[in-house]
Nanobody, 124 residues
Framework: QVQLVESGGGLVQAGDSLRLSCAAS????????MGWFRQAPGKEREIVAA????????YYADSVKGRFTISRDNAKITVYLQMNSLKPEDTAVYYC?????????????????WGQGLQVTVSS
């Protein structure tokens, strides 16, 4: 089971930026992918961004396109989520996840290891 260590998050004002980090203990296969998900109170968990490790392909939810950027450090097996122009509606618990997702790295069902979550609160 891959272990994930998340860092970042916190309380910011609308328009501010935050960067989340997530380090994985191992890369399990050539189909490895890492993603960020979020869950707001009373809502279902949704994918925010994901990256397919082998190709570097990225996926973004429409709600964060142009504001959030996912990137990786191959050597550290670490993924980052740079969040700019934050809005109150971005308030949620953010989870890092990994899976052997391959070409389906944009589907949450392909992820099977999850971090404990980071609270991100954006005040208006």
């Amino acid at each position: 089971q891959v272990q994930l260590v998340e860092s970042g998050g916190g309380l910011v004002q609308a328009g501010d930026s935050l960067r989340l980090s997530c380090a994985a203990s191992a890369r399990t296969s050539s189909a490895f992918a890492m993603g960020w998900f979020r869950q707001a109170p009373g809502k279902e968990r949704e994918i925010v961004a994901a990256i397919r490790w082998r190709t570097g392909s990225t996926y973004y939810a429409d709600s964060v396109k142009g504001r959030f950027t996912i990137s990786r450090d191959n050597a550290k097996i670490t993924v980052y989520l740079q969040m700019n122009s934050l809005k109150p509606e971005d308030t949620a618990v953010y989870y890092c996840a990994t899976g052997n997702s391959g070409a389906y790295y944009y589907q949450s069902s392909t992820y099977d290891a999850w971090g404990q979550g980071l609270q991100v609160t954006v005040s208006s």
